[in-house]
């Protein structure tokens, strides 16, 4: 998820279970291929063998219309040790459309085929070539020719997040739409799209009749979700224990301005940490009491070592805990020799 998962936020989830692999933000392919260092930079699990420090694979999105391209961005991410490459053709953002990205393609099942067959072609059989879509631009229907065209093209399977790019993240995603999508192709259909709760992939595995999940905002506002969900477990079996509690959450977000500071490939600014660590807390907010009061409490923080500060300060009777981890101490995550 673009300016969500980067790869600090991929290392930790991915430690913590539950996942086959996971995608990286999507990288914009225009007039040129995308040079080594763009790829390096937002993927830096290219230089660690394409996968996450925990082992978990990571595939390489792109985001273009141009065939020819896209499948050269594609090989060169494969040259450097990309594992599998997804497409992207579901972002909605208006700037991304205008310039006939994402889910413009859509409109064009032709073209969208056009693209996903060149990558195919140009990338060595035994990687993974997958496609990310939506139901449509505007007409959910549409979704039966795009499957349709993606399978022809090559794909190995299709991620489907259930809404048009018109309904953009309004409720509920229409998991029946999937289902009847999955029903006029051969290759394997990922669904996505609203899946919050084990009860949910419950729901969404007999609605859909799919067998392979993609959770985006779920896991990012709880944690814990993801291991709870890793079949061949009953998700509906599986208790409350991944709803964290206080301590959990509050231990991976220092964990979080920890890496995202101190890991030499990223030292992050403190002004971009503070934004992410707020962006990551009022994500758990929608969801957790304590979060909620927690953002409330350093919403308005300008300094990095203050919002430190408050969230260590900040304690909440009679939370269960789950899993916390050692964390450097808050001068280092500060320190004077950061940017
Ligand atoms: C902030 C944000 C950024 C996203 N960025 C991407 C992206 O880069 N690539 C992509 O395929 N989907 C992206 N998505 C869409 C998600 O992958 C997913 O399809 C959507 O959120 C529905 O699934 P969910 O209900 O599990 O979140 C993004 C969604 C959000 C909210």
Redesign the pocket.
Known sequence: ????SDAVVRGLLGELGGMDFC?S??LRVTHHPLSVSTLRKHVPELETGGRTRSGVPVQV?LLGSHPEMMALSAVQAVALGALAIDL?F??PARRVNGHDGGAALLKCPDRLERVVAAVRRAVPGGIPVST?IRLGFEDPDDVFEVVVAAEAAGTDWITI?GRTKKQM?RPP?DWARIGSAANRVKIPIVA????FAPSDLVRCRAITGCSAF?????AFRHPGLLPRLHLPHEPAASGAGWRWGWPARRSLLLRFVSETRLDPRFRTPERAALARLKQWLRAMAEVHGPSRAAFDVIKRIQRLDEAVDALVNFSCAHEPTGPTWDVPARDALIGSSLP
């Open positions: 998820m673009e300016g969500v995608v933000e999507f999105q992207n579901g972002c990310k997040h993240y995603a996505n799209g609203d899946i993609m959770v985006g905002r779920g």
